[in-house]
C-alpha cells in the first residue's frame, strides 16, 4: 500500500464506465525522476488500461499543479478489473473476499463498487469462473479495465 514517500498523478481520460470525461488521481513512487518515471502504487477506480504496479510517464504541469500521465511506459503484467454489486443481499466485503482468497489484491470505493488488482503471478481462471458465475447469478457486473497478456483469453485453455 502507498506510504507517505508516495506522489499523486493526474489522470485525465474517457470513462466507458461513466460514459463520460473524467479525472483520477493515483498514487505511485519514483523511479526514475529525470525521465518522469513512475510506478503505481494504487488501483485505478476509472482510469483504463491500467495495472498496479505499471510505469508510468507524468510531466509537472503548472495549469494543474501537479504531475500529469502522458503514457505507459512499462506494463507490470498485472491485471485490473472493475466491479458493482448489483444485488443488495450481497455484501461487497464477502464478496470481495472470495477475491482476495484467490490472491488479489481488492480496493474498495463505497458499499456498491471495488477494483480487483490481479497479480501477474495469479492464475486468471479462477478469478474469471468466479466472475462469471456472480454475473450469472446477478450478484455483480464487471469489467475486465486492463488484462495483462499472462491473463488474456488467448493464453486461457478452452475445456
Known amino acids: ?21 473524467a479525472t483520477e488521481t493515483l498514487l505511485a513512487e519514483v523511479v526514475n525522476e529525470e525521465y518522469g518515471y513512475y510506478k503505481l502504487k494504487s488501483l485505478p477506480f476509472y482510469a483504463p488500461k491500467l495495472a498496479l504496479d505499471d510505469v508510468v510517464w507524468a510531466q509537472y504541469k503548472q495549469t494543474e499543479g501537479v504531475l ?25 466485503d464477502a464478496v470481495a473476499a472470495v477475491f482476495e482468497a484467490s490472491g488479489c489484491v481488492i480496493d474498495k470505493l463505497n458499499d ?12 486468471y ?28 483469453y488467448k493464453n486461457i485453455p478452452m475445456l
Open 112 to 123: 456498491k463498487y471495488f477494483v480487483i488488482g490481479i497479480p501477474s503471478t495469479t492464475d
Open 68 to 92: 500529469v500521465y502522458r503514457k505507459t511506459v512499462q506494463r507490470s503484467g498485472n491485471s485490473t478489473v472493475h466491479v458493482v454489486i448489483l444485488d443488495d443481499e450481497h455484501n461487497l
Open 125 to 152: 481462471i479462477p478469478v474469471k469462473n468466479q466472475l462469471d458465475v456472480f454475473e450469472r447469478e446477478k450478484v455483480l457486473d464487471y469489467a475486465e479495465s486492463c488484462l495483462s497478456d499472462k491473463h488474456q
Open 1 to 21: 500500500m502507498p506510504d507517505s514517500s508516495s506522489i499523486k498523478i493526474l489522470f485525465n481520460f474517457f470513462s466507458d464506465i461513466l460514459d463520460d470525461y
